[in-house]
């Protein structure tokens, strides 16, 4: 376990699997497969093998945006990959994910079926499949991935760097806690000048941007991450909070954050699902 005392690292490091903190029990320093289990395969061409996390909702989201428009080919299995009990690390998840992290998609109606890991790179697939929440123009289809990317690269400071020493490490430390508050207060700042003259991230229109972003920023002006919305002042970041508003009201968001969520009140949990019906 750390204390409080100043850390010399040895030499070579090696892994304490005694280290602490709430996910303590599932992070090693290797790759691969822990166990032999296939992932289980349903009657759509798209499975989705996720969690109902911020990197998890921002996909279900995008799935239940589309097929709000109509789209049919968007029909999706879900299960639910429980990460904490190190899913993540069977045979069948690595084959589609050989990073062991949620959310992974495999599309069943190409040959040979399509294995796609990362979010941001789910969303551009489904995007370009169908045909909307990604501009064709390069130019504007450019502006709308810099602020995918952006989330992509900015998230791990709030989640793995803030989220983690604020809210999971075994102990507080005054050092990295300012250090990643500075950084994620930064971004908010980032992206409330970018919403302060124009309604979405890459303006008028929403994009899969929008929705990979507000999966993480909006839920922490929501006051719904780390239990940090007094700390880190969130509510001056005005135009953050009408956006997340405007994208939280959508009934497609709605749905699509309550797929493969297993924790908080019962009639809001939905481990896996099938057919719209399961959401109703
Ligand atoms: N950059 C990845 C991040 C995915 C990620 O960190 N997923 C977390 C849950 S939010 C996870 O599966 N963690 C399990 C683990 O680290 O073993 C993405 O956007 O898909």
Request: proline residues 6%; negative net charge.
């Amino acid at each position: 376990m750390s204390n409080n005392t100043e850390y010399t690292p040895p030499k070579v490091w090696t892994w304490d699997s005694e280290s602490g903190g709430k996910f303590a029990s599932i992070n090693r320093p290797v790759a691969g497969a822990t166990h032999d289990k296939p992932s289980p395969v349903g009657e759509h061409p798209l499975q989705l093998y996720s969690l109902a996390t911020p990197n998890g909702v921002k996909v279900t989201i995008l799935l239940e945006e589309l097929l709000a428009l109509g789209k049919t080919e968007a029909e999706y299995d879900a299960w639910l990959i429980d990460i904490t009990e190190g899913d993540q690390f069977s045979s069948g998840f690595v084959d589609i994910n050989p990073n062991s992290k949620i959310p992974a998609l495999s599309d069943h109606s190409t040959t040979p079926v399509t294995k796609i890991f990362e979010s941001g790179a789910i969303m551009v697939y489904l995007a370009e499949k169908s045909g909307v929440f990604l501009p064709k123009d390069p130019s504007a289809k450019a502006e709308c991935l810099s602020w995918l990317f952006w989330q992509m690269g900015s998230a791990p400071f709030l989640g793995g760097g803030f989220g983690h020493f604020y809210a999971y490490a075994p102990e507080k430390y005054e050092y990295p806690i300012n250090r990643y508050a500075m950084e994620v207060k930064r971004q908010l700042d980032v992206l409330n000048r970018q919403l302060e003259n124009q309604q979405f991230l890459c303006g008028n229109d929403y994009t899969i941007a929008d929705m990979a972003v507000y999966s993480w920023y909006g839920a922490l002006v929501e006051g719904k991450l780390y239990e940090a919305a007094e700390f880190l002042d969130v509510v001056s970041y005005s135009h953050v909070a009408r956006w997340a508003k405007e994208i939280h009201d959508r009934p497609a968001v709605m749905r699509g954050k309550r797929v493969n969520k297993a924790w908080g009140p019962e009639e809001l949990q939905l481990h896996e699902r099938h057919n719209a019906a399961d959401l109703d």
